[in-house]
T-cell receptor, first 113, second 115 residues
Framework: EAGVTQFPSHSVIEKGQTVTLRCDPISGHDNLYWYRRVMGKEIKFLLHFVKESKQDESGMPNNRFLAERTGGTYSTLKVQPAELEDSGVYFC???????????FGSGTRLTVV | AQSVTQLDSQVPVFEEAPVELRCNYSSSVSVYLFWYVQYPNQGLQLLLKYLSGSTLVKGINGFEAEFNKSQTSFHLRKPSVHISDTAEYFCAVSDSGGSNYKLTFGKGTLLTVNP
């Protein structure tokens, strides 16, 4: 099966600009997650979709972050406006059922300058 | 709330030596436990997981881990490492019940295998 696809792989933007990250999940994986790793810190949970519904968005840092999952397929994570502290690697992961383990994408490295 | 502590941020070893990467967790509920590996310029790959049953779990690439409930540990081991095992390793936990599926990660251990 095809893996989890994220793009872009890298993005460099200026402070105040908008960036949209995209994740294409494995077909049939209803659970989709976004995680972020800021330099030198642990990987942290941002939010969890079950199909098109937000199950848990307790990890979203603030209202500059907006995640959507159109029709329960691909998901986007928009940062508007971007700040310097938003720099990091954003991972998407999908899961068919609980306990079977996540499949992670390769991540998007976001640099805000 | 859950937390994961990876006691070593960096572990340098020589090729063909044994290695143990330590992981301790804290949780008020039953958990699933995972080890993930990130090779340079790649995403996270599942090495192994503990869901239930035997406390000794075998994973890919010759790695294994042992769940110790009394010590709340899930240490990762390999009897003989290769240069290609150089990567960052992450221990993670999630609730085993309820509606909370998210992973809580440790800070990672960078394993460097030297010739």
């Amino acid at each position: 099966e095809a893996g989890v696809t994220q793009f872009p792989s890298h993005s460099v933007i200026e402070k105040g600009q908008t960036v949209t990250l995209r994740c294409d999940p494995i077909s049939g994986h209803d659970n989709l997650y976004w995680y972020r790793r800021v330099m030198g810190k642990e990987i942290k949970f941002l939010l969890h979709f079950v199909k098109e519904s937000k199950q848990d968005e307790s990890g979203m840092p603030n209202n500059r972050f907006l995640a959507e999952r159109t029709g329960g397929t691909y998901s986007t994570l928009k940062v508007q406006p971007a700040e310097l502290e938003d720099s990091g690697v954003y991972f998407c992961a999908t899961q068919r059922d609980r306990g079977v383990g996540y499949t992670f994408g390769s991540g998007t490295r976001l640099t805000v300058v | 709330a859950q937390s994961v502590t990876q006691l070593d941020s960096q572990v340098p070893v020589f090729e063909e030596a044994p290695v143990e990467l330590r992981c301790n967790y804290s949780s008020s509920v039953s958990v699933y436990l995972f080890w993930y590996v990130q090779y340079p310029n790649q995403g996270l790959q599942l090495l192994l997981k503990y869901l239930s049953g035997s406390t000794l779990v075998k994973g890919i690439n010759g790695f294994e881990a042992e769940f110790n409930k009394s010590q709340t540990s899930f240490h990762l081991r390999k009897p003989s490492v290769h240069i290609s095992d150089t990567a960052e390793y992450f221990c993670a936990v999630s609730d085993s019940g309820g509606s909370n599926y998210k992973l809580t990660f440790g800070k990672g251990t960078l394993l460097t295998v030297n010739p």
